[in-house]
């Protein structure tokens, strides 16, 4: 018996909630990885800790540094604010699912995409040791 017997496609919304702006506790989450389709950038995700929006989930990335010469200085302020240093010569996705489950603050920031699309994203330039 399939657990989707029971969904009804027609009462499900297909919209979107947007984190909304503000500052948010996150907890790293397990399943970091290097990108598919640009092996150098590293994808990972947050959830929001404890409030009214518990478990919203921010999906983001590191990127490529070879491109983006300031992105291993915002992965080395990422583990500052988070307290926990990578081990020598362990690489950024290893580094982020060995800390999964810690927490670090976050602003979110609302930024349309390449489409024009608004998107809530985190200012990933200004993390800070957890408050919570």
């Given at each position: 018996?399939?657990?989707?017997?029971?969904?009804?496609?027609?009462?499900?919304?297909?919209?979107?909630?947007?984190?909304?702006?503000?500052?948010?506790?996150?907890?790293?989450?397990?399943?970091?990885?290097?990108n598919?389709?640009?092996?150098?950038?590293?994808?990972?995700?947050?959830a929001?800790?404890?409030?009214?929006?518990a478990?919203?989930?921010?999906?983001?990335?590191f990127?490529?540094?070879?491109?983006?010469?300031?992105?291993?200085?915002?992965?080395?302020?990422?583990?500052?604010?988070?307290?926990?240093?990578?081990?020598?010569?362990?690489?950024?996705?290893?580094?982020?699912?060995?800390?999964?489950?810690?927490?670090?603050?976050?602003?979110?920031?609302?930024?349309?995409?390449?489409?024009?699309?608004?998107?809530?994203?985190?200012?990933?330039?200004k993390?800070?040791?957890?408050?919570?």
């Amino acid at each position: 018996m399939s657990v989707w017997q029971d969904i009804n496609l027609a009462d499900v919304p297909t919209g979107w909630e947007l984190l909304p702006k503000g500052s948010y506790t996150f907890s790293v989450l397990p399943g970091s990885k290097y990108n598919d389709r640009d092996p150098g950038r590293v994808d990972f995700a947050l959830a929001v800790v404890g409030g009214e929006f518990a478990g919203k989930r921010i999906y983001t990335s590191f990127p490529n540094p070879q491109q983006f010469s300031w992105s291993p200085t915002v992965l080395k302020r990422f583990a500052e604010a988070i307290g926990s240093d990578p081990e020598p010569g362990e690489d950024p996705v290893t580094y982020l699912n060995r800390v999964a489950n810690l927490h670090v603050d976050y602003d979110v920031i609302h930024k349309a995409d390449s489409q024009g699309v608004e998107r809530a994203n985190i200012n990933l330039f200004k993390p800070r040791p957890a408050k919570q």
